[in-house]
């Protein structure tokens, strides 16, 4: 006989789960009893429910895994929402597991009862109101399928029963490859474009970094001569210190990346979503350019951008072996000019900036560390001077703008990366909201740094 619980737990095994991000209580007690009777997952227990989310996030980017979390039901659950939209705005794949009242009781307002399905329906990929045993594994099965593969996002799952059933009755849910088909045409369409295009630009967000297309990337760009920006989220898909980088685009970004923007003649928008922080004005935004957009997600095609454009999708690699040279000598002159004339910079007087003490972080780590921060000016400014040099090295909350998320997600990171230096640049409004997991990080001890930017603002 088997519980449950104990159903539940080789299940996360089977899925290769390294750590559960979680708080206990009395409807998931039966999940813990089995988790603690287990060696081969580590729980990590957070001081506050949304934490335990932000972590299972900074671990799910800075690894490429699904990160997991366990919470009770009522508050336990609700505590989660701001950290599922977190993740849902950033495709982040996370597995949400939280109890529920037993099935007699439900929509009887019992203790501790939260319609937790309906609630955070709007912000996942997917939900299970999971109320009978024998469905456990299948469905555990499931949400580590949706939420790691095509676009990748947080599932949830309730649970309302947990009493023991036979181990034979445990199903098993066959896998299968998400996949779509590029026609040759399409290619030679693409081709076609950025043949006939003098001032090409590659738009690049953070579907490039989940896809792990960035070696692809960078063998096109070079093999195009075509320069890169980035999103703050498409930060680390390409070396920031390559001749070919114009750092990130947008409201904060470089001045050179958004001259290039407006004069381009052909966008390559790869895995972005074209966010309103980086178009602005949408009739104003690269006026005079065609617009390639090549996503996995065919919702994001025309959902902003709906004039002179071509949505693909496709892998990168089709690409490559196709690729012909193109002469953009003179478009890079002026990129090289502009990047001269309007470089990053900060008034050298008047005491200590923080664009000087992230400038200084950067050289000290050698641009190798991996920056979690939280959400506000210290973020626009970390991703100015703090340049990323490769993947899943750029941690922070983009679609939501969740303040508070740095240091757990700093958190989550140093776990899944225990060997690299982790630093969370956070504020100091964000880091009074989680710095109860302080208490987190000096029990395991993560030997990861924290700076705390003060922009002193009056108040």
Known sequence: MLSGGDILIRSLQEEDVDYVFGYPGGAVLHIYDALFRQDKMKHVLVRHEQAATHMADGYAKATGKTGVVLVTSGPGATNTVTGILTAHMDSVPLVVLTGQTITPNLGKDAFQEADVFGVTMPVVKHSYLVREVKDLSRIIKEAFHLASTGRPGPVL???????????????????????????????????????????????????????????????????????????????????????????????????????????????????????????????????NAQKLHIDIDPAEFGKIIVHRRREMQFGLDELIPLVKQLDTKEWLKKIENWKKKHPLKYPKRGGLRAQHVLAELDRLTGSNAIIATDVGQHQMWAAQFCRSTRERQWLSSGGAGTMGYGFPAAIGAQLGNPEDLVVAVVGDGGFQMTMSELATAAINKLPLKILIINNNTPW
């Open 157 to 287: 799952e309730e649970f309302t029963n947990y009493k023991p059933i036979q181990q034979k009755d445990i199903l098993k849910l066959k896998g299968y490859r998400f996949q779509f088909k590029t026609s040759d045409n399409q290619i030679l369409q693409v081709l076609k474009m950025i043949s006939q295009a003098s001032q090409p630009l590659f738009y690049v967000g953070g579907g490039a970094i989940i896809s792990n297309t960035h070696k692809e990337l960078l063998k096109l760009a070079e093999l195009f001569s075509i320069p890169i920006t980035t999103t703050l989220m498409g930060k680390g898909s390409f070396n920031e210190n390559h001749p070919l980088s114009l750092g990130m685009l947008g409201m904060h970004g470089t001045a050179y990346a958004n001259f290039a923007v407006s004069e381009c003649d052909l966008l390559i928008a790869i895995g972005t979503r074209f966010d309103d922080r980086v178009t602005g004005k949408v009739s104003e935004f690269c006026p």
